[in-house]
Nanobody, 125 residues
Framework: QVQLVESGGGSVQAGGSLRLSCASS????????MAWFRQAPGKEREGVAA????????YYTDSVKGRFTISQDNAENTVNLQMNNLKPEDTALYYC??????????????????WGQGTQVTVSS
């Protein structure tokens, strides 16, 4: 089972930036999806951004388009999430996940089975 470890969370004021990183152990597939999800208190876990390591295709939920950027470092088996212009509604526990290339919906919760422990992002107004 792939191991995922997130880092980089913290507290910022609205308009600020944070960069999350996810280090993964070797995955059994040559090409796969990695994604970031988030879960705010009392809400369901939602997909934020995903990347397909095969060709670098990226996917974003509408609320973060233009503000968040997901990127990969293949040599380090790391995926990063650069978050700019953060808003209070971005406050949540952010989780990293990985899934096989057969995924049809990269931002759908049910597409993934492997999860990191999460890293907290808090944005104050």
């Amino acid at each position: 089972q792939v191991q995922l470890v997130e880092s980089g969370g913290g507290s910022v004021q609205a308009g600020g930036s944070l960069r999350l990183s996810c280090a993964s152990s070797a995955y059994t597939y040559s090409n796969y999806y990695m994604a970031w999800f988030r879960q705010a208190p009392g809400k369901e876990r939602e997909g934020v951004a995903a990347i397909y390591t095969g060709d670098g295709s990226t996917y974003y939920t509408d609320s973060v388009k233009g503000r968040f950027t997901i990127s990969q470092d293949n040599a380090e088996n790391t995926v990063n999430l650069q978050m700019n212009n953060l808003k209070p509604e971005d406050t949540a526990l952010y989780y990293c996940t990985a899934g096989p290339r057969s995924i049809w919906f990269p931002l759908r919760l049910s597409s993934y089975n492997n999860w990191g422990q999460g890293t907290q992002v808090t944005v104050s107004s």
